[in-house]
């Protein structure tokens, strides 16, 4: 009998095959020039746990021409099965003198540098070879993947094929090598397989190997046959909208690389039904190029303010801010209005919901006796008082029982003091509300209770933040690029009025006094927005508060009240952390 031996053989070398050592290959590799590693594995059948592999075989190939191949008997370290040896005709005694995973892996891993990784049923092969690397303290590699099955499933009909196994796939394909369960020759039959597959992938408009694991993969027909509107976009920061054949604009989005961001919508990672539909409805892809991010994300807000697209979620509901202030009249109260006069001295927000401004004017309710009634109070004129007057909870100015002087010590000034400055007032009252309710075992009143602080401080905290900036008339920031540049913006009372970039060995100075001379002109206005949106000043000011950006100039100083709301945003933290605990939770 012929003794059996341990063969490893490596054809035509490894080196000078083209492949790049440790290099994950670019997606716009055109698929002729791309490296492939064809693998095959024979396994004991069990599940993937870094053992259990008991052949390998390996095909490496370029542009239809064989590079190099690995192939080994494994020892597995377990015995076979029987249904096993019948099914590959690997028998115990072949695998015993066989090297383990663990001394294989060093140079399969080195064979799949550089390379595509392909397999028949992919996900099989990887977590097999994935569990031994881990299992033995190797590093995978996370190669990219293409699986011919899957590709299969996307190329050939069933009128073609009847299924994707790899015997009826190299039969279709009338393929050289034919699969015999056996790793060498199913690795070879599956390059065969491989190169049938591309050759129908032309007039798929497939040409890449982006495009190649990308059509692979479970995406629709509307992505597949909507794909090239991704054609020809920069890869640069900006802002990208998607328009109807009539122009309209039916969502708008920014990404740090439009030509990236926008090929994700054809990708089977993209799985939301409302782009799906707006993709069927897309006709082109219009790219509007940014100096950088915050530029990108300010367009982005102010395209979608001022056209609503159907599918971005924030147009569905279009944020509209509301404000809570002090009316102007002998017995001021509370009242929620969507936009602030210039002759409004007292007021706090903007809230993006009627709920939460209700619940801010609770908790001045709850601390100060401020009346609650909507009636205009004549100074002439009374009228019978309702029952927050009996419950003590108002002065009742409507019967006169309370004169303007006093209504404004008592309840107006700390009003404006809590809401425009400090709102040390309403802390003390609710906290010691708080307080008594707990100890009054009232847990959801005290819940509430905190809700409503909150609330108030939540405001007090927004409002204060963005009136630091917009008073500022002009202030320029630079923040340094990854690459040597500079990021370069001019704010003007809250809103962007210009941005540049200036690139690597570029004197920034130059660029800076260029964007100001062409920034565009914002003119003062009242309230805590009075130039932008809320949101824009407010993504203006996180990109500002980066430890890595710089203020190079302001024409003004960026100050905030010394006793101000953002003292108490640990409080703030605790009090949006919390939740309402029931009395069984209590001890």
């Known amino acids: 009998m012929a003794q059996l031996r341990y063969v490893q053989e490596t054809l035509h070398g490894l080196a000078g095959d083209g492949s790049s050592a440790g290099d994950r290959p670019d997606d716009g590799l055109s698929l002729r020039e791309t490296t492939f590693v064809v693998v095959d594995l024979e396994t004991t059948g069990g599940t993937p746990d870094g053992g259990g592999i008991t052949e390998i075989g390996a095909v490496k190939v370029r542009g239809g021409e064989e590079l190099g191949v690995l192939a080994t008997l494994v020892n597995p370290g377990e015995p076979i099965p029987p249904f096993i040896t019948v099914l590959t005709g690997i028998t115990q005694a072949m695998v015993a003198p066989a090297p383990s995973i663990e001394q294989v892996l060093p140079s399969l891993l080195e064979f799949l540098r550089g390379a595509v990784l392909v397999a028949h049923n992919a996900p099989y092969d990887v977590g097999f070879l994935r569990a031994a690397c881990a299992r033995h303290g190797y590093d995978w590699p996370n190669p990219r993947v293409l699986d011919t099955a899957a590709l299969a499933r996307r190329v050939l009909t069933r009128d073609e094929v009847p299924n994707r196994k790899l015997g009826t796939l190299a039969a279709y394909f009338r393929t050289p090598h034919q699969p015999t369960h056996r790793a060498l020759d199913d690795a070879r039959a599956t390059v065969d397989v491989l190169h049938g597959l591309i050759a129908r992938l032309g007039s798929h408009r497939v040409e890449t190997l982006g495009d190649a694991i990308e059509f692979a993969k479970a995406v629709t027909p509307i992505q597949r046959r909507k794909r090239h509107l991704a054609d020809g976009l920069p890869r640069v920061p900006g802002v990208y909208v998607f328009r109807a054949a009539d122009g309209r604009p039916l969502y708008v989005g920014t990404s740090g690389d439009i030509a990236t961001r926008v090929r994700s919508y054809f990708t089977a990672a993209e799985k939301r039904a409302r782009i799906s539909e707006m993709l069927a409805a ?30 971005n979620r924030r147009s569905k509901f279009p944020e509209r801010m509301l404000w809570l202030k002090l009316t102007a009249e002998p017995y001021p109260r509370l009242s929620v209005v969507r936009d602030l006069a210039p002759d409004d001295e007292a007021y706090l927000g903007p809230f993006n919901s009627r709920r939460t401004a209700e619940l801010a004017a609770a908790a001045i309710h709850d601390a100060l006796p401020l009346r609650q009634c909507t009636h205009r109070l004549s100074l002439r004129r009374t009228i019978p008082a309702c029952a927050l007057a009996e419950l003590g909870r108002c002065p009742a100015p409507c019967e006169g029982r309370i004169s303007v002087p006093e209504y404004e010590r008592r309840a107006v000034a700390p009003a404006r003091t809590a809401m425009m400055d400090d709102p040390q007032v309403l802390v003390d009252a609710l906290l010691a509300r708080i307080e008594t309710l707990a100890a009054a075992q009232r847990y959801e009143e005290a819940a509430v209770v905190r809700s409503r602080l909150a609330a108030v401080l939540r405001a007090a905290v927004r409002m204060q933040r963005l009136v630091g900036l917009t008073r500022i008339a002009e202030l320029a920031a630079a923040r340094r690029t990854p690459d040597g540049g500079w990021d370069i913006a001019v704010v003007r009372h809250g809103r962007l009025a210009g941005a540049a970039t200036a690139a690597p060995g570029v004197p920034p100075r130059p660029v800076l006094d260029l964007v100001r001379a062409t920034a565009e002109t914002v003119l003062p206005g009242h309230g805590p927005v009075p130039s932008a949106s809320a949101e824009e000043t407010e993504r203006i000011l996180s990109w500002l508060d980066r430890p890595e950006t710089r203020l190079v100039e302001t024409s003004s100083g960026w100050s905030a009240p010394v006793r101000g709301a953002e003292r108490f945003r640990g409080l703030l933290a605790r009090a949006e952390a919390a939740r309402p605990q029931l009395p069984s939770e209590r001890t």
């Open 282 to 311: 897309a006709e082109r892809v219009e790219a509007i190029e940014c100096a950088h991010a915050l530029e990108a994300e300010v367009r982005e807000l102010r395209l979608i303010a001022a056209h609503a697209p159907p599918y």
